[in-house]
């Protein structure tokens, strides 16, 4: 059973940049698609960015939010940059071993595994 520990949030300045983790436990996470998401307060859980599984290619880099992942450390990145007050949220990240199309990497029930989140606050 595939385990999810995300960190590294924290209260973050407008404007500057944050990288979130993603730890993986019980399974090898270079053999699953990963995707990024976050709550606000008072709103719906929504897709931030996707990585599908290896050797798919596809660009990690969506906006001001870059996907990445490290084999060796069996962990799965996301970088904000120019961080905006609206990007206060929790954030999660979640893993299926399916290999998901474009059109529904984006989707929750894609996701089989979750992490617990990680709070990030953006505030002057």
């Known amino acids: 059973q595939l385990q999810l520990v995300e960190s590294g949030g924290g209260l973050v300045q407008p404007g500057g940049s944050l990288r979130v983790s993603c730890v993986a436990s019980?399974?090898?996470?270079?053999?699953?698609?990963v995707g990024w998401f976050r709550q606000a307060p008072g709103k719906e859980r929504e897709f931030v960015i996707g990585?599908?599984?290896?050797?798919a290619f596809q660009n990690p880099v969506k906006g001001r939010f870059t996907i990445s992942r490290d084999d060796a450390k069996n962990t799965a990145y996301l970088q904000i940059d120019s961080l905006k007050l609206e990007d206060t949220a929790v954030y999660y990240c979640?893993?299926?071993?399916?290999?998901?199309?474009?059109?529904?990497?984006?989707?929750?029930?894609?996701?089989?595994?979750w992490g617990q989140g990680t709070q990030v606050t953006v505030s002057s």
């Open positions: 979640a893993a299926t071993q399916r290999n998901p199309i474009m059109s529904t990497i984006s989707l929750e029930n894609t996701y089989d595994y």
């Open positions: 990585l599908r599984r290896r050797p």
């Open positions: 019980g399974g090898t996470l270079a053999n699953y698609a």
